[in-house]
């Protein structure tokens, strides 16, 4: 079963900005779409971003967009988020999580998860 492993969360003021890094092993992702989940408790869990297999497609959640990009390298098994001007609102523990479909994130067809990685915004 692939394997992810997310890091690069943190401790940020407002406005400013972190990478979060989702690193696959036992597999490749090259089959894989990879989306980034954001979990807050008392919420539901939300869908933030996404990138099909090949990259060419990307989706982000409205509250994210024109802040947050994702990109992925299939060569170094690894897909990245990189935020920017960091909101308190997005304070959250973020997780990446792999749908074998290839094309889009369905949270219903997750295969495989990371353990997540915690990102505070506060001053």
């Known amino acids: 079963q692939l394997q992810l492993v997310d890091s690069g969360g943190g401790l940020v003021q407002p406005g400013g900005s972190l990478t979060l890094s989702c690193k696959a092993s036992k597999y490749t992702i090259d089959l894989f779409a990879i989306g980034w989940y954001r979990q807050v408790p008392g919420k539901e869990r939300e869908g933030v971003s996404c990138i099909s297999s090949r990259g060419d497609k990307t989706r982000f959640v409205d509250s994210v967009k024109d802040r947050f990009t994702i990109s992925r390298d299939n060569a170094q098994n690894t897909v990245w988020m990189q935020m920017h001007n960091l909101q308190p609102e997005d304070t959250g523990v973020y997780f990446c999580?792999?749908?074998?479909?290839?094309?889009?994130?369905?949270?219903?067809?997750?295969?495989?998860r990371g353990q997540g990685t915690q990102v505070t915004v506060s001053s």
């Open positions: 999580a792999a749908d074998p479909g290839g094309s889009e994130c369905r949270p219903y067809a997750i295969s495989s």
